[in-house]
Every structure is written in C-alpha cells, then in structure tokens.
C-alpha cells in the first residue's frame, strides 16, 4: 500500500475526518505500508495538503472529498471567509478546540476537566465527555471557587487534584468575561490561557490593559489557533521517540 493509500485509509477508520495529531498516530497502524523515510510527519502533512482525495476543514483538520457530505450532516463543515462568523462555524469551533485541549492535556499526563454543560457536546465524530479525564471537578479549594473554576472552559490539574492551567477558548465571545474569571481566581498559582483566533491578539493585548486586571496582567498568555495545533502535533510527533531530551 502507498504512503497516501494509508492516509486515506486512516481518515475513513476515523469517520471521514481527522486531525493531523491523529493521523500522526494512527497511520502508522496501517498494515502493508512501509513508512522509510527519516521525516515521515513531512510526508504525511505533504500527503493532506496535497492529495486530491483530501480537504482541509481547517488548520490542522482535515476530511475525505467522498465523504463530504457525510461530514457535514454531523456539522462539520469547511471554514471559509463567507461562513466563518456562523452559528454553526463558532459552536464547531469552540467545541474543537476544548477537545484539542482534553487531548494535549491527556498527552502531557495531566487530568482534564470541561463543564458538564459541554460533556455532550460534539468533538468531530464523538462526544466531549469522551476525551475528560474527571467526570467531577476536584474540591480543591473553597465551595465557591471550585463552582467558579467549573465553569472554566478546560482545565488541566496536576496529580495532586490541583489547577495546572485554566484555558478559555474564545471564538466570537467577549474576552473580558474570560478576563473577570481569571480575575477571580488569582489566588490561585496556576497558568491562565486565552485561547483564539490570531486575529483577535489585538483585542486581548487591549483588554487585559485596563487597571481591573492589574492583578494577572502577567500572568495571562494568549494562545492562537495555529500554535495550540503546532503544539499538540509536536507533543504526539515525540511520542514516537525512543528518548526525548
């Protein structure tokens, strides 16, 4: 079988659409292909941008041309300038990237956690509830705080059940609201993460300007799209080492 046979091959066992963090770990399942190049994510990264038989849905996301309309009868629709601000675009996307958290965090062997308001929510071709690790947010502190945190959009805790980071995706909402939560919690020595649209930086780099947020002016980073993809194809790309420095 060809190196862009398997690719194909794996995109159809995933449903029709995967990412590239899972193709980079699932591909190399496939029985009768021989991967022996010294740069094989190069190639299957080359083989998704450039096959005929494949589409990009987004940065890092990609679904089989056959398949299309299966894809988009289960809401998983191509990005593009035209549909990018609708209702089904944005709850696509936040839900996507709570679930590219769930994993990343899972891949650094830290327990996840998202509101149970979302756990039914969709994460391409499963449930979000599939990929946390808690099905109950640990009582780490305070009644009051923890119901705060629970509302946080992902949170990843270390193995002592306390917050490593909180992440908050923000598509097309205000980012001052995420802003007042983490504001709330300051007390807290834990990292605090605006997750976005490289477009929206501007807007974040404005809102955490104002004297309310003097408290985490530093302690809140901003995270694009683009690099929360690199970052968790990278982290799968080194599992496939036998040592990491």
Same mark, same amino acid.
């Given at each position: 079988?060809?190196?862009?046979?398997?690719?194909?091959?794996?995109?159809?066992?995933?449903?029709?659409?995967?990412t590239l963090g899972q193709?980079?770990?699932?591909?190399?399942?496939?029985?009768?292909?021989?991967?022996?190049?010294?740069?094989?994510?190069?190639?299957?990264?080359?083989? =998704?941008?450039?096959?005929?038989?494949?589409?990009?849905?987004? #940065?890092?996301?990609?679904?089989?041309?056959?398949?299309?309309?299966?894809?988009?009868?289960?809401? !998983?629709?191509?990005?593009?300038?035209? &549909?990018?601000?609708?209702?089904?675009?944005?709850?696509?996307?936040?839900?996507?990237?709570?679930? !590219?958290?769930?994993?990343?965090?899972?891949?650094?062997?830290? %327990?996840?956690?998202?509101?149970?308001?979302?756990?039914?929510?969709?994460?391409? &071709?499963?449930?979000?509830?599939?990929?946390? +690790?808690?099905?109950?947010? #640990?009582?780490?502190?305070? #009644? &009051? !705080?923890?119901?705060?945190?629970?509302? !946080?959009? =992902?949170?990843?805790?270390?193995?002592?059940?306390?917050?490593?980071?909180?992440f908050e995706v923000e598509?097309? +909402?205000?980012?001052?609201?995420?802003?007042?939560?983490?504001?709330?919690?300051?007390?807290?020595?834990?990292?605090?993460?605006?997750?976005?649209?490289? =477009?929206?930086?501007?807007?974040?780099?404005?809102?955490?300007?104002y004297s309310s947020f003097?408290?985490?002016?530093?302690?809140?980073?901003?995270?694009?799209?683009?690099?929360?993809?690199?970052?968790? %194809?990278?982290?799968?790309?080194?599992?496939?080492?036998?040592?990491?420095?």
């Open positions: 079988m060809k190196q862009y046979e398997a690719v194909i091959k794996t995109i159809e066992n995933l449903g029709g659409v995967a193709l980079n770990q699932e591909v190399f399942n496939i029985k009768n292909c021989t991967w022996e190049t010294k740069t094989p994510f190069a190639s299957i990264r080359r083989i =998704v941008q450039l096959r005929p038989e494949i589409y990009k849905i987004r #940065p890092g996301l990609y679904g089989l041309i056959r398949m299309k309309k299966q894809n988009e009868g289960k809401g !998983i629709f191509e990005e593009t300038k035209n &549909n990018k601000n609708t209702k089904e675009i944005v709850e696509f996307n936040h839900n996507y990237y709570q679930g !590219i958290l769930l994993q990343l965090g899972s891949l650094k062997q830290l %327990e996840t956690f998202i509101p149970n308001q979302d756990k039914n929510k969709k994460f391409l &071709n499963q449930t979000l509830g599939n990929f946390r +690790t808690l099905q109950v947010i #640990p009582q780490f502190s305070y #009644p &009051n !705080i923890v119901q705060r945190s629970s509302t !946080i959009d =992902v949170i990843w805790f270390n193995d002592r059940g306390l917050p490593h980071s909180f598509h097309s +909402t205000d980012i001052q609201n995420s802003l007042l939560k983490f504001n709330d919690l300051q007390d807290f020595y834990v990292r605090m993460v605006i997750v976005a649209d490289k =477009v929206r930086k501007e807007e974040y780099e404005n809102k955490i300007k003097k408290e985490i002016q530093k302690r809140v980073s901003f995270l694009d799209y683009e690099g929360l993809n690199k970052q968790y %194809e990278s982290i799968i790309e080194q599992q496939k080492f036998n040592f990491i420095l």
